[in-house]
């Protein structure tokens, strides 16, 4: 089984920052794409950013030059830090993680359980 912990959510001002941070754990051979998505209240869950093994990596257009994805691979970790956080920002965001794992060996698709960032003006 792999499972996907976040952390760092919170109430944080018009303009303030957090760092958002998600942790794999099970039986994962590799990691590939990983990605965060938020979800604000009454509205479809989106896109925020993605980062492939290599580093490689994509952000919606209503973040982009104010987020930055990373990842640690010796770690199994993602985090997104969020600078210039504005109220439409407000949302729960959940990590995504795209995996290989063992027993069997297989792609699994994981999801966090979200965390709430609420950006306050």
């Known amino acids: 089984q792999v499972q996907l912990v976040e952390s760092g959510g919170g109430l944080v001002q018009d303009g303030g920052s957090l760092r958002l941070s998600c942790a794999a754990s099970g039986s994962i051979l590799r990691i590939n794409d990983m990605a965060w998505y938020r979800q604000a209240p009454g509205q479809q869950r989106e896109l925020v950013a993605t980062?492939?093994?290599?580093?490689?990596?994509n952000y919606a257009d209503s973040v982009k030059d104010r987020f930055t994805i990373s990842r640690d691979n010796a770690k199994n970790t993602v985090a997104l830090l969020m600078n210039s956080l504005k109220p439409e920002d407000t949302a729960v965001y959940y990590c995504?993680?795209?995996?290989?794992?063992?027993?069997?060996?297989?792609?699994?698709?994981?999801w966090g359980q979200g965390t709430l960032v609420t950006v306050s003006a």
């Open positions: 995504n993680a795209n995996t290989i794992v063992t027993r069997p060996v297989r792609r699994l698709e994981v």
């Open positions: 980062i492939t093994l290599g580093g490689s990596t």
